[in-house]
Structure formats: structure tokens, C-alpha cells
């Protein structure tokens, strides 16, 4: 019965000691995530997207974390795109049609803008074209809710994933300029 448990204790020991550079490895990317999420302003959400994304080797630097921003961004904009487009199939009041193809033009531009941010590198020489990618997806929002503000306004039926698109944009930009910012004197 000893021997049983002390093998048993063995077996547990090397269990945990083929775990252990995993546990290790997993800390450090929380560690990295943490370090650059936590200094946003929509933490929560950076951390929340970081940790649900499966792509580990993203998630031990600030340019992956940006990649796997941003692709949760461009597929954010997508799912909104479609439903909007199955919004314009049911609605009838010409106002809200108006605002809501207003809105399925902008998304198209918002993603297209997506897919052109390319985070291989975060530098001062990549800094503006980033900027630029994600700040182009991240009005889009504001101008989509502005326009069911022309008159006369209608209530918009997307204000919630508006503001979600927004908040990861917004996440995205300050891990680009938290970058930019420690790597040189640009700011």
C-alpha cells in the first residue's frame, strides 16, 4: 500500500512537472496582457477579448494583443454589417432606412479599413497608417448613431454594438500609442 502511494506521489510529481513550464509560460502571457491591458481605458474588455482569443503566441506582445484587437474589431464590424442588412429587410420608416444605409456604407469602409491595420511591427514608421486604419473603423460608429440623429431622429437599433465596436477601437489606439510612446520620444 506504501509503495502504491509513494509511486502515486511520483506520478503527481512529474504530472506537475511537465505542467509547470505551461503554467509558467500561461503566467507570463497573463503577465503581458495584463501589463498592457490594464493601462486602457476599457481594461476590462482588452483583458475579456485577450483571454477568450486562442491564439497564445499573440498574447505575449503588445503587437499581438493590437492583432487580436483588431480582429475582434473587424469581426465586430462584420456581424454588425449583417445586422444592419437584415435590419433594411424589415424596416419601413424611410428616416431609419436612410440611417441605416447610411450606416451599411460606413461599416463596409470601417471594415475594409480593418483589414488593412497590419501589427507585425509597432513602430513610428507604422504609426500613422495604424492610426489612421483604426481611427477610420472607430468613427464609424459616431456616425452611424449620428445618423439616426438627423431629423427627424429615430431610435437607433444598434447603439449597444456601436459603442462595443468604439470601445475596442478605442483599446486598440492606446496599445498603439503606448507603444509608440515607450519605444521612442515620439510622444
Not at 498592457?36 to 491564439?55: G, N, Q, Y
Not at 513602430?123 to 483604426?134: C, E, K, P
Not at 472607430?138 to 447603439?159: G, K, M, W, Y
Request: glycine content about 2%; proline content about 3%.
Amino acid at each position: 500500500m506504501a509503495g502504491n502511494q509513494v509511486n502515486l506521489l511520483f506520478i503527481s510529481i512529474a504530472l506537475f512537472m511537465t505542467m509547470a513550464p505551461n503554467l509558467h509560460q500561461a503566467n507570463a502571457v497573463d503577465d503581458v496582457a495584463n501589463k498592457w491591458c490594464r493601462r486602457t481605458t476599457h481594461s476590462a474588455t482588452c483583458l475579456s477579448i485577450v483571454e477568450a482569443d486562442r491564439r497564445a503566441h499573440l498574447k505575449n506582445s503588445p503587437n499581438g494583443i493590437a492583432t487580436i484587437l483588431t480582429d475582434k474589431a473587424l469581426a465586430t464590424a462584420a456581424a454588425i454589417s449583417i445586422k444592419i442588412a437584415k435590419l433594411l429587410e424589415t424596416a419601413t420608416n424611410r428616416h431609419e432606412v436612410a440611417a441605416l444605409k447610411s450606416c451599411f456604407a460606413g461599416y463596409s469602409g470601417a471594415i475594409t479599413s480593418l483589414r488593412s491595420a497590419y501589427f507585425k511591427v509597432i513602430n513610428r514608421q507604422t504609426y500613422s497608417s495604424l492610426v489612421a486604419d483604426i481611427s477610420n473603423a472607430n468613427d464609424e460608429p459616431r456616425d452611424c448613431e449620428l445618423s439616426f440623429q438627423e431629423p427627424p431622429a429615430v431610435r437607433s437599433p444598434i447603439t449597444a454594438e456601436n459603442e462595443r465596436l468604439r470601445d475596442i477601437c478605442d483599446t486598440t489606439l492606446e496599445i498603439i500609442n503606448l507603444v509608440v510612446c515607450k519605444s521612442s520620444s515620439f510622444c
